[in-house]
């Protein structure tokens, strides 16, 4: 698991993520902002007066996207629900946890009934695991254990909610025993999105 850095550069690279899910250009800025050596100028000016920690932060990250989305095809302009949820996947299991939040939450937002239940739930868990990731263990354990309630409670077509809604209880748990705690893989359809291959 990785932090998160300061909010200005988690924005600003979260946008460039969410961007590169559709748009080969942001898919070779990210590959360009992942490689070490300088990279506070032009278009990363915003990385100017940074500290080399938010830098290696940010440079992660970057490099965490581009390896995660480089065999993916990009996204349709409209992408379906089960087209995020795929790239939601992919980023989830690449540990970009605020990410998947940032992705799923427009979704959520429109969502109604069992649908927004279990995209509340999904979003719950990515920010809990990044709560965890920046170490903040109690924010962690509250959104690790609802989340996974929300899942039981959801419904999303051609996803196994309850397996991973139990893999993400049973890791939360470990945080009360302080043991160290792997992610679960994000839930995938089967269905025929393209994007779910990644």
């Not at 940074?50 to 480089?70: F, P, S």
């Not at 196994?160 to 839930?187: E, H, K, Y």
């Amino acid at each position: 698991m990785i932090a998160t850095p300061l909010l200005p550069l988690r924005n600003r690279l979260t946008e460039m993520v969410l961007r590169a899910l559709a748009d080969t250009t942001a898919r070779r800025d990210l590959a360009r902002l992942a490689e070490p050596g300088p990279s506070t100028g032009g278009q990363f000016s915003w990385l100017a007066d940074v500290g080399r920690e938010q830098i290696a932060l940010v440079r992660e990250r970057a490099r965490r996207a581009h390896e995660a989305l480089i065999h993916c095809p990009p996204l349709r302009a409209e992408p379906s629900l089960d087209e995020i949820l795929a790239a939601a996947a992919t980023l989830f299991d690449a540990g970009l946890y605020f990410e998947v939040h940032e992705l799923l939450e427009p979704y959520w937002v429109r969502g109604e009934g069992a649908e927004r239940q279990a995209l509340q739930g999904l979003i719950q868990i990515a920010v809990g695991y990044q709560h965890l990731a920046n170490g903040n263990l109690e924010g962690a354990r509250a959104l690790l254990d609802e989340g996974p309630r929300r899942l039981l409670n959801g419904d999303l077509p051609d996803l196994d909610l309850t397996r991973f809604a139990t893999a993400v209880a049973a890791a939360a748990n470990q945080i009360r025993g302080g043991a160290p705690m792997v992610a679960p893989s994000f839930p995938r359809s089967g269905g025929r999105s393209k994007m779910a291959r990644c």
